[in-house]
């Protein structure tokens, strides 16, 4: 599973982070993005899909990769 925050999309309400926080955290401008080489985004978090349907903008995308 690959997981991409769409910044264009992403208005920093951190709703992923605050769910899948082994997986996602906020830049310095606040707005989210997927933790670099995080081991448990590539193995299928089992919170992620639930951090996806949690952002209020849908910027988190999950594709099979």
Known sequence: MDVHVDK?????????ALTAPDVFTQDDDGFSEVLPGS???????PLV???A???PVGAVALTDG
């Open 39 to 45: 081991p448990a985004a590539a193995a299928g978090h």
């Open 49 to 51: 899909r639930e951090a």
């Open 8 to 16: 264009e999309r992403c208005v920093g309400a951190g709703m992923c």
């Open 53 to 55: 349907r949690a952002c």
